[in-house]
């Protein structure tokens, strides 16, 4: 069912909140966008300025190391300066009321930790753009160790510890997704009532399989999005609008 009007979403969203007793939020980027982080497919998005680094590119390129490096200092200020918006402080207060046991979230700017989950209970299946790590032996470093030495060498450094490339610890394009994060994401969404899809354009896989598969394990499903996805068929109820004004009257401070 489309919602007519945000009005009777938002209504049929609390009846829906209030019968569930297990909700799970899958969230993408759209939820941070009034954070001030674009997102990848919107007018305006990363995509229409850069195309994305894949990973084998990465790991055999300097080149493209450096500019993956160049690129994400650039977005420093916007990532550093982030705070929650009205969507996190949303799950955030149903978190805290007990409703929801984790989020699982395709998005790697930290902002649900910021709004108070605990770490353990955000689910990350595209990793952390606020810390770095070695692509080998995983050891972890600070942006500010990054920059340091990229500065220095006037390249991206390599882990000094192993030799291997320092990448931001998200999940780029044509690398492995995370064994526990998937795992736990499945988990959640076989065993919740509601999973509530916000802000995704539901088309990068496997992420995308969450709302479905929670959806054939007998989970209601809600979609919120400003524009239509190729799920919206199969959800309960769809909102196509503004997340912060959809999820604004769930916020308890
Ligand atoms: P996407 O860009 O493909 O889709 C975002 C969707 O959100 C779009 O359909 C857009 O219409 C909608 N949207 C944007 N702002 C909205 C708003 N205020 N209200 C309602 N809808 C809004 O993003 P995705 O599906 O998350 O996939 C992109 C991938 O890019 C993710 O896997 C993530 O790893 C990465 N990414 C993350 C961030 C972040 O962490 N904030 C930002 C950009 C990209």
Redesign the pocket.
């Known amino acids: 069912m489309i919602a007519t009007d945000l009005q009777s979403g938002v209504a049929v969203l609390g009846d829906m909140i209030a019968a569930a007793s297990v909700i799970v939020p899958f969230?993408?980027?759209?939820?941070?966008?009034?954070?001030g982080?674009?997102?990848?497919?919107?007018p305006g998005?990363?995509?229409t300025h850069n195309r994305p680094i894949p990973f084998d590119e990465f790991v055999m390129s300097q080149d493209a190391r450096d500019e993956a490096w160049r690129r994400r200092f650039a977005m420093e200020a916007v990532f550093a300066h982030a705070k929650p918006g009205r969507?996190h402080r949303a799950l955030a207060s149903l978190y805290r009321a007990g409703k929801i046991p984790a989020v699982i979230?395709?998005?790697?700017?930290n902002?649900h930790q910021a709004s108070g989950f605990a770490a353990d209970h955000v689910v990350e299946?595209?990793?952390n753009?606020t810390y770095a790590r070695c692509i080998g032996c995983r050891q972890e470093y600070d942006l500010a160790w990054v920059k340091q030495h990229f500065e220095a060498g006037k390249a991206a450094p390599d882990c000094p510890a192993c030799g291997d490339p320092v990448k931001t610890a998200?999940?780029s394009f044509g690398e492995a997704m995370p064994e526990e994060a998937m795992q736990r994401a499945t988990e959640l969404a076989q065993h919740c009532d509601l999973l509530l899809a916000?802000?995704?354009?539901?088309?990068?896989w496997p992420?995308?399989g969450f709302p479905l598969m929670a959806k054939n394990a007998g989970a209601k499903l809600v979609i919120?999005?400003?524009?239509p996805?190729e799920q919206d068929d199969v959800a309960d109820l769809v909102i196509r609008?503004?997340?912060?004004e959809?999820l604004s009257p769930f916020v308890r401070n």
């Open positions: 969230t993408g980027a759209g939820i941070s966008t009034e954070c982080i674009p997102d990848f497919r919107s998005g990363l995509w969507g979230t395709q998005n790697i700017d902002l299946l595209h990793g753009t998200t999940v916000i802000g995704s354009s539901l088309v990068v992420a995308a919120i999005n400003r524009e996805t609008h503004d997340i912060g959809t």
